[in-house]
């Protein structure tokens, strides 16, 4: 037999390749049990990836029952492009005797009702390809269920948003509710509310590009602002931020029960003076008005013109990296400070600027400028990647 450490060396490049992989397994059992079967847990898989690693399952129900959760998309994103059946697709999910977190598109969840005894977390990708019905029978179905995700490459409005809530499926206890860019907020709260059984732990991720997606946030609102615990929202202009945002009447003082929030800009220009953008950080947070507040984090990328000859230089391409903590010291700080200073923000215990770079500069001019959030002390510096992944 191989040294151990020999062995580990190729086995990280068999697990680039199933089907030699696969081999191993077939030819004999040795090679198999040293496998790091932990990598396959939590794996990215598409359809046809999925296709080759199910001989390799059948052979081995070692590593089948090792693989708890999944990220799966049988589906392309275009319409054009379903060629897979959604029984077909799913065959996979069948050979997994203990997965019980699955990311998936909605468009299948018709197909992986049989999972309903078993999946505790599900996170449902592509929501606005189903209808109203199609999705709350088979929500209905996963009475295991303790976490429910939506998700949507867009903030959109679905056509049957606004449908009759009365009379539909009976509603999976969950404990936490969560929404990512997704238009069927409204409904599913609605729809939970309506069976008396809405989740304590409501999380909402949301990304806000122009006036319509603005819009559809202020909308929503209505219905989520009073349950939401857990806020992130992704300012993400195509220009700047009042053309985004100007004659909306969004605001975030309705969102009283927020035990954290997270707010992200991603600003294609510098981070000077100049920026106007940069004037609507404070403006926002002055919004805030939920005294269980705890956490509150500010993420910043901007374009930081680092090199002038390469070639996104050259054609004027705009690459938006993690903010400097030098560069910060031009936002608004004594409008901050009065922000985060109202009494109705009695509970906040850490607010963090995310930045990369010295933080010595950015520190000192905090002292200077808000002497007194610089002495209760929740303010911090957070080192984080240059290139932010959120902002892609």
């Known amino acids: 037999m191989l040294p151990p450490e020999l062995v580990d060396h190729i086995l990280d ?36 990836r999925a296709v080759r690693l199910e001989p390799l399952l059948e052979s081995s ?7 708890k959760s999944l990220v799966y998309r049988p589906f392309a994103r275009s319409p054009g492009d379903y060629i897979v059946s959604p ?9 997994l005797p203990k997965l019980i977190d699955l990311r998936i598109q909605a468009k299948a969840l018709p197909c992986i009702i049989d999972l309903g005894g078993r999946l ?31 998700s949507d490459p867009y903030p959109m409005l679905r056509l049957d948003e ?10 999976p206890r969950v404990r936490k509710l969560s929404f990512r860019n997704t238009g069927c ?25 122009g006036k319509s997606h603005a819009h559809l946030f202020v909308a929503q609102s209505r219905t989520l602002a009073p349950l ?24 975030l003082a309705s969102y009283a029960a927020l035990h954290s929030c997270t707010l992200r800009f991603a600003l294609p220009e510098m981070c000077v ?14 919004q805030l008005s939920s005294a269980s507040l705890g956490s509150l984090t500010i993420s910043l990328v901007v374009d930081n013109v680092e090199d002038l000859r390469s070639l996104n230089s050259e054609c004027a391409v705009r690459v938006l990296t993690t903010v400097y903590f030098d560069d910060l010291r031009v936002l608004d700080w004594a409008a901050m400070s009065q922000a985060l200073s109202v009494e109705r923000l009695e509970g906040l215990r850490k607010v963090v600027f995310e930045g990369c770079g010295r933080r010595e500069l950015l520190e000192e001019h905090i002292r200077i400028t808000c002497p007194e959030l610089h002495t209760r002390g929740i303010v911090l510096l957070a080192a984080v990647a240059k290139e932010a992944s959120w902002a892609d």
């Open 13 to 48: 490049y068999l697990h680039d390749d199933i089907q030699s992989l696969g081999a191993c397994a077939a030819a004999g059992r040795p090679l198999l049990h040293t496998s790091r079967y932990h990598r396959f847990n939590g794996c990215h898989l598409t359809y046809i």
């Open 61 to 67: 129900s070692t590593l089948a029952r090792s693989i």
């Open 87 to 95: 029984p077909a697709a799913v065959t996979i999910l069948k050979l």
């Open 120 to 150: 505790s977390y599900l996170r449902l990708d592509d929501v606005w390809t189903q209808t109203r019905r199609d999705m709350l029978v088979g929500l209905s179905l996963f009475f295991k269920l303790e976490e429910l995700e939506f």
């Open 162 to 171: 606004h449908d009759s809530h009365t009379g539909g499926p009976s509603a």
């Open 185 to 209: 907020a409204e409904m599913i709260t609605q729809w939970f509310s309506a069976k008396g059984r809405v989740p304590r732990l409501l999380s909402v991720t949301y990304t806000i590009r």
């Open 228 to 251: 939401v615990r857990d806020l992130e929202i992704v300012f993400k202009p195509d220009g700047t931020m009042q053309g985004a945002l100007e004659s909306v009447d969004l605001t």
């Open 273 to 286: 003076a100049e920026n106007t953008s940069l004037a609507w950080i404070p403006t926002i947070i002055g």
